[in-house]
């Protein structure tokens, strides 16, 4: 794999942990206080019973499919991440997991700020209706 490879990624909080989304799915980014509640959470999205994560901020979503928004919690980044930090889901852990759309683990360097593995996932798995 080329040493250059890198993939930018929009971090944000979800069901109680730091997840990302690759930034070529994330058409936009701003506040998500005094939304109607029609947006759906992103714990909704992902199918999981985990705690929701207090939101703020409303992530507009775009897949070859689908374009939808979504609360997630701050902060939200954007990051540059090496290819060589990105790792499949090991097998256990992608039979245990029952979130949808999870694709691999991002395994950033201990002297990071964010030193533990970050779940990566990809949108087009949500399976959402055009909005």
Do not use: W
């Not at 499919?65 to 701050?74: D, E």
């Not at 991440?81 to 090991?90: G, R, W």
């Not at 245990?96 to 694709?103: F, K, Q």
Request: charged share 15%; with cysteine; glycine share 4%.
């Amino acid at each position: 794999m080329n040493a250059l490879a890198t993939l930018d990624v929009v971090l944000f909080q979800a069901a109680g942990r730091l997840m990302a989304l690759p930034a070529s799915q994330v058409r936009a980014c701003r506040a998500g206080k005094g939304l109607e509640p029609s947006v759906p959470l992103i714990e909704t999205l992902l199918a999981t019973a985990m705690p929701e994560t207090p939101y703020s901020m409303l992530l507009e979503v775009v897949t070859r499919k689908n374009a939808f928004s979504c609360l997630v919690g701050a902060p939200v980044t954007l990051h540059t991440v090496p290819a060589h930090d990105i790792h499949p889901l090991p097998p256990l852990l992608a039979a245990r997991l029952s979130l949808v759309g999870p694709r691999a683990l991002i395994v950033l360097p201990e002297d990071h700020s964010h030193p533990e593995p970050i779940l990566l996932i990809d949108a087009e798995r949500f399976g959402m209706t055009s909005a």
